[in-house]
């Protein structure tokens, strides 16, 4: 079955270390994403990459930082400069067809609490 | 720039009619999407307008005015398991979804 897959569910961090998160899709997908959510709160965009090899900072990219090597994979590193890095993390991926808009799949999150 | 306006909240019982309205600027609008997301859960595509006027699927149906820059998701029949946040998503010019804090649907008894 195609999807995206984002792993750990949960992930726990010592204040200080860089932590990475992994997405991995099978989807065929040209574009991939990754999102913040916060309590009670929308999902912010902290980087993108239309193609491999490429990628874009979002609107909260400071503290994270990302790869794109592969078609198939996206990682997401978090920095120890990330000040407040407890959240959960989603990561998404899309095509672009005119007619359907850009339908964006979401992996199931990454749960990130620093202790 | 780009601004976005959904209601924070809304509650209904079961069995009723809800309206999720959105207002949005931005650049080189493309489309609205529409997703579901249930509490921990990942957020699920429910519907796209890339042209005025309504989309229906089931239960659910979604609006768009371009003119207006405004839409809105209609759920009727509303049942338990709608209880979740939706969110509408502008497509702008760089195809990004682009999401804003979303509302609560909290569906009664």
């Known amino acids: 079955d195609g999807g995206i897959t984002q792993s750990p569910k949960y992930l726990f961090r010592k204040e200080g270390q860089n932590v990475t998160l992994s997405c991995e899709q099978n989807?065929?997908?040209?574009?991939m994403y990754w999102y913040r959510q916060d309590p009670g709160q929308g999902l912010r965009l902290i980087y993108y990459?239309?193609?491999?090899?490429?990628?874009q900072k979002g609107d909260i990219a400071e503290g994270y930082s990302v790869s794109r090597e592969k078609k198939e994979s996206f990682p997401l590193t978090v920095t120890s400069a990330q000040k407040n890095p407890t959240a959960f993390y989603l990561c998404?991926?899309?095509?672009?067809?005119?007619?359907?808009?850009?339908?964006?799949?979401f992996g199931q999150g990454t749960r990130l609490t620093v202790v | 720039g780009q601004s976005l306006e959904q209601p924070s909240e809304v509650t209904a019982v079961e069995g009723a009619i809800v309206q999720i309205n959105c207002t949005y600027q931005?650049?080189?609008?493309?489309?609205l999407s529409w997703y579901q997301q249930h509490d921990g859960g990942a957020p699920t595509f429910l519907s796209y307008?890339?042209?005025?006027g309504l989309e229906e699927t089931g239960r659910f149906s979604s609006f768009l005015s371009r003119s207006d820059s405004y839409g809105y998701l209609l759920l009727q029949e509303l049942q338990m398991k709608d209880s979740a946040s939706y969110f509408c998503?502008?497509?702008?010019?760089?195809?990004?979804?682009?999401f804003g804090r979303g509302t609560s649907l909290i569906v009664h008894p």
């Open positions: 931005t650049s080189g609008f493309y489309g």
């Open positions: 998404a991926s899309s095509s672009r067809d005119r007619g359907l808009g850009t339908e964006a799949f």
């Open positions: 989807l065929n997908h040209d574009a």
């Open positions: 307008n890339g042209l005025d």
């Open positions: 998503a502008p497509e702008g010019g760089s195809y990004i979804p682009t």
């Open positions: 990459s239309q193609i491999v090899n490429d990628f």
